[in-house]
């Protein structure tokens, strides 16, 4: 069945910087596009970034374009958002999931909080 | 971008009995383009449930079925379990956006 386990959230002030890492195992990595759905608390889902199976193309919901990048290294089968300028709204539990080529995630992680406060 | 309007937000259901869950999309999608379904309940991670409007993801009973086209899906739980309660969230997929809906609270009696 696979493992995706995301790592690296935690409690960081406005405007500081953090990196989010996806590792997964057993799900065939390389072959898959990637993305990452945030959850703030007690809200519902949100669409933030995805990547290509080769990290050829990325896309960005508005709100986080040009403050956050999405990037992955194969060889380590480790997805990675590397998040800037991070607002008090960024605050959420944050996802990476698999896209079996369709637009639709079909494997989830369980998360990791990243509160954004001062 | 295309938004998706999910109703209604709150369901509440004895053991047995039907639910009929609404995702509506502000334009109609592309030709290869759909919609997926996903359950999610309290602490745990969103499960797949159902992709490309209809087909349903492995593991997912028969009695959960999805159906709709342009822009009006529907999700239908044939008879209500139990383990049915939570949140469930419709997503459009297909193009190179993607969004979700803010979710349908099923509540058990």
């Known amino acids: 069945q696979g493992r995706l386990v995301e790592s690296g959230g935690g409690v960081v002030q406005p405007g500081r910087s953090l990196t989010l890492s996806c590792a997964t195992s057993?799900?065939?990595?390389?072959?898959?596009?990637m993305h990452w759905v945030r959850q703030a608390p007690g809200k519902g889902l949100e669409w933030v970034a995805m990547?290509?199976?080769?990290?050829?193309?990325?896309y960005y919901t508005d709100s986080v374009k040009g403050r956050f990048t999405v990037s992955r290294d194969n060889a380590k089968e480790t997805l990675y958002l590397q998040m800037n300028s991070l607002r008090a709204e960024d605050t959420a539990l944050y996802y990476c999931?698999?896209?079996?080529?369709?637009?639709?995630?079909?494997?989830w992680g369980q998360g990791t909080l990243v509160t954004v406060s001062s | 971008e295309i938004v998706l309007t999910q109703s209604p937000g709150t369901l509440s259901l004895s053991p047995g009995e039907r639910a009929t869950l609404s995702c509506r999309a502000s334009q109609s999608f592309c030709s290869t383009c759909y919609v997926a379904w996903y359950h999610q309940k309290p602490g745990q991670a969103p499960r797949l449930l159902i992709y490309t409007s209809t087909s349903r993801a492995t593991g997912v009973p028969d009695r959960i079925s999805g159906s709709g086209s342009g822009t009006d899906f529907t999700l239908t739980i044939s008879r209500v379990e139990p383990e049915d309660f939570g949140v469930y969230y419709c997503q459009q997929h297909g193009g190179s956006q993607w969004s979700l809906g803010p979710g349908t609270r099923v509540e058990i009696k």
């Open positions: 057993g799900i065939h990595f390389s072959t898959y596009s």
């Open positions: 999931a698999r896209d079996p080529w369709s637009g639709y995630f079909d494997r």
């Open positions: 990547i290509w199976f080769d990290g050829s193309n990325t």
